[in-house]
């Protein structure tokens, strides 16, 4: 998982690196707002464009959310990207090369 501290933070800072406006959030949607598991969705608006929603169980987990969102968007990160390929026969030698030196 990709662990953030302050995501929002950090997307002002990519976003005024870019010239581009700060981000309004927006909430979109909800469900069981006075139940004991509620649903927010926030929406990140530049320019009166949606950049990227989240949904969390408060505002503001929902808002990190969709700031998070926001960054995959702008690093080119997706959620099923494929995971690195390393040869196999590189980490073998490694392996056996820590293992003989020890």
């Known amino acids: ?3 953030v501290v ?3 933070g950090l997307l002002l800072e990519e976003l005024v690196k870019r010239n581009i406006t700060a ?3 927006r909430l979109t949607r909800q469900s069981g707002a006075t139940t004991a598991l509620p649903l927010f969705f926030i929406g990140l608006y530049c320019d ?3 950049l990227a929603e989240g ?3 408060t505002i503001l987990a929902a808002e990190e959310e969709a700031a998070r ?3 995959r968007k702008l690093y ?3 959620e099923n990207r494929q995971p690195w390929h390393y040869p196999s026969l590189k980490c073998e030698k490694k392996a056996e090369k820590a293992i003989s030196s020890s």
Do not use: D, I, Q, S
Request: charged letters at 20%; proline letters at 14%; zero cysteines.
């Open 1 to 3: 998982m990709w662990n």
């Open 6 to 8: 302050n995501p929002m």
């Open 23 to 25: 981000p309004e959030p």
């Open 48 to 50: 009166k464009e949606l």
């Open 55 to 57: 949904t969390g169980e």
């Open 69 to 71: 969102v926001a960054l």
């Open 76 to 78: 080119g990160f997706t």
